[in-house]
């Protein structure tokens, strides 16, 4: 993959983005002592893949570039954004799978990863595929502080707590997975109607989130949902182009969900609350792919690339790709690693408020 002036100003970005963060934590390996991660199959480490669900990633070809070539349950080649905002803030290992950690104790020092595949603000969303909903997940981290303070004592664990940084990354699920494909929602309710639902759930998480003791909290925005290989190839099959809809969908709620947190930012005492676009950044690969090196952006890489996800996406799905990185997408719905590495600078560029 080449090296476009996009590519380099978002290196050079990241490199000034760590030197702050060097300058702000002097003498300290990590730059945050814990990484919480929420949400769905985007930043799912493998919380799914002892679950009887369709919606795993515990098979090749998942997981062929990543270390020892191992499928562990990530939705994507190699690495996750997630995975390289953690190496860049200075952690050797990544936040582990919460439901794969037995036992947990030490373990869960450094954070753990409670993301359950097609999992959404609607607890509905996460019960159509029997994922672990937003609600669930909650109660796992409740269990975490009390296992944090059996080890590492009420001092300690309080610390780790109002330091850490919490990530949340879910919705995407909510209308992909559920409102789009669902005359139960969309016969009710307008998806104007619906991102109010999804947002009064938001609401109640991050209040209850922070209720618990977290300060520091990222949530990415939903992405460019019409640009999603398998949504123009479901919903738009006559042409090659974004389903124009669900994008106005996703600036709508983007938009709100902007408006929200910046309520509740007013509302919540210590909230660092940092709302983290991943819009714009994944529409730019997608709609000038050559900008960042890239030569594919309307299929995925596994198989015909135009649907295939989750248990479709296997061994032997015909036509996966040799090379990887030359597409921004790995399957029809989740962004390969070299795409995942472009939208980390992003992430990390935009949440460095959380750092210092």
Same mark, same amino acid.
């Given at each position: 993959?080449?090296? #476009?002036? #996009?590519?380099? @100003?978002?290196?050079?970005?990241?490199?000034?983005?760590?030197?702050?963060?060097?300058?702000?934590?002097? =003498?300290?390996?990590?730059?945050? &002592?814990?990484? @919480?991660?929420?949400?769905?199959?985007?930043?799912?480490?493998?919380?799914?893949?002892?679950?009887?669900?369709?919606?795993?990633? /515990?098979?090749?070809?998942?997981?062929?570039?990543?270390?020892?070539?191992?499928?562990?349950?990530?939705?994507?080649?190699?690495?996750?954004?997630? %995975?390289?905002?953690? *190496?860049?803030?200075?952690?050797? !290992?990544?936040? &582990?799978?919460?439901?794969?950690?037995?036992?947990?104790?030490? /373990?869960?020092?450094?954070?753990?990863?409670?993301?359950?595949?097609?999992? =959404?603000?609607?607890?509905?969303?996460?019960?159509?595929?029997?994922?672990?909903?937003?609600?669930?997940?909650?109660?796992?981290?409740? %269990?975490?502080?009390?296992?944090?303070? *059996? +080890?590492?004592?009420?001092?300690?664990?309080? #610390?780790?707590?109002? %330091?850490?940084?919490?990530?949340?990354?879910?919705?995407?699920?909510? @209308?992909?997975?559920? @409102?789009?494909?669902? &005359?139960?929602? /969309?016969?009710?309710?307008?998806?104007?109607?619906?991102?109010?639902?999804?947002?009064?759930?938001? #609401?109640?998480?991050?209040?209850?989130?922070?209720?618990? =003791?977290?300060?520091?909290?990222?949530?990415?925005?939903?992405?460019?949902?019409?640009?999603?290989?398998?949504?123009?190839?479901?919903?738009?099959?006559?042409?090659? *182009?974004?389903?124009?809809?669900? $994008?106005? %969908?996703?600036?709508?709620?983007?938009?709100?969900?902007?408006? +929200?947190?910046?309520?509740?930012?007013?509302?919540?005492?210590?909230?660092?609350?940092?709302?983290?676009?991943?819009?714009? &950044?994944?529409?730019?690969?997608? +709609?000038?792919?050559?900008?960042?090196?890239? !030569?594919?952006?309307?299929?995925?890489?596994?198989?015909?690339?135009?649907?295939?996800?989750?248990?479709?996406?296997?061994?032997?799905?015909?036509?996966?790709?040799? $090379?990887? +990185?030359?597409?921004?997408?790995?399957?029809?719905?989740?962004?390969?690693?070299?795409?995942?590495?472009?939208?980390? /600078?992003?992430?990390?560029?935009? =949440?460095?408020?959380?750092?210092?």
């Amino acid at each position: 993959m080449g090296y #476009s002036r #996009s590519s380099i @100003f978002r290196s050079f970005v990241v490199v000034v983005v760590v030197f702050v963060a060097l300058v702000v934590n002097v =003498g300290n390996g990590q730059l945050v &002592p814990a990484l @919480f991660i929420f949400g769905d199959s985007v930043v799912d480490v493998g919380n799914n893949n002892h679950r009887l669900t369709l919606v795993k990633a /515990n098979f090749p070809p998942y997981g062929r570039d990543f270390q020892n070539h191992y499928p562990t349950g990530r939705f994507c080649n190699g690495k996750l954004a997630t %995975d390289f905002i953690v *190496e860049i803030l200075g952690f050797t !290992s990544y936040p &582990p799978a919460y439901m794969d950690l037995k036992p947990r104790g030490k /373990n869960l020092l450094n954070g753990t990863n409670f993301a359950s595949a097609a999992s =959404g603000y609607l607890d509905a969303t996460a019960t159509l595929y029997n994922a672990v909903s937003l609600s669930h997940q909650l109660e796992y981290y409740k %269990d975490c502080q009390n296992q944090l303070v *059996e +080890t590492a004592g009420q001092s300690k664990a309080a #610390s780790i707590i109002s %330091d850490a940084i919490y990530i949340v990354t879910a919705g995407s699920s909510d @209308f992909i997975q559920n @409102f789009y494909i669902n &005359p139960l929602l /969309n016969k009710v309710y307008t998806a104007d109607k619906f991102s109010d639902l999804l947002l009064q759930r938001y #609401s109640n998480f991050i209040q209850n989130l922070h209720a618990l =003791g977290a300060r520091r909290i990222g949530v990415t925005t939903l992405p460019p949902m019409g640009c999603l290989p398998a949504c123009i190839t479901l919903f738009n099959p006559h042409s090659n *182009e974004c389903v124009s809809n669900f $994008n106005n %969908d996703a600036i709508n709620f983007n938009a709100k969900l902007n408006a +929200t947190s910046q309520k509740l930012r007013q509302m919540l005492p210590g909230l660092n609350l940092v709302i983290l676009d991943i819009y714009q &950044p994944l529409y730019d690969l997608v +709609t000038k792919p050559q900008d960042y090196g890239f !030569s594919e952006a309307r299929r995925g890489c596994c198989g015909t690339g135009l649907v295939e996800t989750a248990i479709l996406c296997n061994k032997k799905s015909i036509g996966t790709c040799a $090379n990887a +990185t030359e597409y921004v997408f790995w399957d029809g719905l989740h962004p390969t690693e070299a795409a995942n590495q472009v939208l980390a /600078n992003d992430l990390l560029a935009a =949440g460095i408020s959380l750092i210092s």
